[in-house]
């Protein structure tokens, strides 16, 4: 019953309203932890692998899979675990779904249309501001283009022009290149070159920091296009230590959902080891990448061999700064989060 009250129950998934407002299904997590039955776990499993279930309600669920720690809720863990790792799409998803809801109402991934055009064949083309790669908060964007053969769904888009420190694009520009490119007197060649077949474009690799003359940037042997970290070779971190941090980036990141990169500010070990699960990339970068989601510290202390401590600072910096102490425990042999404190700086 209380399981599918639980999956049957629509609702906000805003973090706000309900922290304002008593949220029935919080209650119904928490009681499906303590029942802990296959049935009760199975709920919360299923809720945890909802691609669009709120990032909230999962985050309690892995709570209360944790606290109630019996065998079969710390396997439901590890198969969401799993789940969110083979969830990310390969190359990383730059796509925006429905045109509608992506490109002219301007969410949830916020793009700008600089202009659109229609071919004769009936095809839709539109030029948009996107600034989901530039290394800095910018809210003009680089400018990507995209086609909808079928009016339903944007193509996925591709990297056009890297704006970088320049002006804005203008409106008058962008119908000038659509034009071009609509009557073919522009070739797409050029912004789809891959030199190093590895699934991302030169003028990607170059606004991601992956070598374009080299598939494997981290030569861990997976292509960058298929990396989630492609900056990060895989394996140079092993121990508690690390299996502490991929479970708190579980808890908090591949609960999120989200496809925007999450940059590592290279200030410690924490920068050194990848993370799975997350949807976009995880990037190492040198400093703090104003606008954009840091993680700037990341700590860790043991407790005794099967409880630990962690703190991790992130947030976009432009707009606020979450501060998590979380508490870990080592339950039959897989760390686990079994309390996890915010404090959020505006
Ligand atoms: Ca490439
Ligand atoms: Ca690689």
Not at 18 to 30: A, E, M
Not at 280 to 297: A, F, I, S
Request: hydrophobic share 40%; with cysteine.
């Amino acid at each position: 019953m209380l399981v599918r009250m639980l999956t049957g129950v629509e609702g906000s998934c805003d973090a706000g309203v309900q922290i304002r407002r008593p949220d029935l299904r919080l209650d119904i997590i928490k009681e499906l932890g303590e029942i802990g039955t296959p049935e009760a776990i199975g709920g919360l499993h299923d809720l945890l692998v909802q691609p669009d279930a709120c990032a909230l309600l999962k985050m309690h669920a892995l709570l209360a899979l944790a606290r109630n720690g019996n065998a079969e809720a710390v396997r439901a863990i590890g198969w969401f675990e799993l789940w969110a790792e083979n969830n990310r799409e390969t190359p990383p998803p730059f796509t925006f779904g429905p045109k509608v809801s992506a490109i002219y109402y301007e969410r949830p991934t916020n793009v700008w249309p600089v202009g659109t055009a229609t071919d004769p064949g009936g095809t839709e083309w539109a030029i948009f501001r996107w600034d989901r790669f530039c290394g800095r908060y910018d809210p003009s964007g680089d400018w990507w283009i995209t086609k909808s053969p079928d009016g339903i769904h944007w193509d996925q888009p591709l990297l056009v022009k890297d704006v970088g420190e320049m002006a804005p694009p203008q409106v008058d520009e962008a119908e000038r290149f659509l034009t071009e490119v609509r009557l073919g007197k522009r070739a797409l060649d050029a912004f789809t070159l891959d030199s190093d077949w590895d699934g991302l474009t030169d003028l990607l690799e170059s606004r991601v920091g992956t070598d374009p003359k080299v598939a494997d940037s981290d030569g861990d042997t997976v292509p960058d296009g298929r990396d989630g970290n492609p900056l990060t070779p895989a394996g140079q971190v092993s121990g508690d230590e690390e299996e502490i941090r991929q479970a708190v980036f579980t808890f908090l990141f591949a609960a999120a959902g989200s496809e925007d990169p999450i940059y590592l500010v290279d200030r410690g070990e924490f920068a050194r080891q990848e993370y799975l699960g997350h949807r976009g990339l995880v990037l190492p970068v040198p400093e703090l990448q104003p606008g954009r989601v840091n993680v700037v510290e990341f700590n860790v202390s043991m407790e005794s061999a099967t409880s630990a401590k962690a703190s991790i600072m992130h947030g976009q910096w432009a707009e606020a700064i979450s501060n998590h102490t979380l508490s870990l425990q080592k339950l039959h042999d897989h760390w686990v989060v079994v309390e996890s404190e915010l404090r959020i700086t505006m």
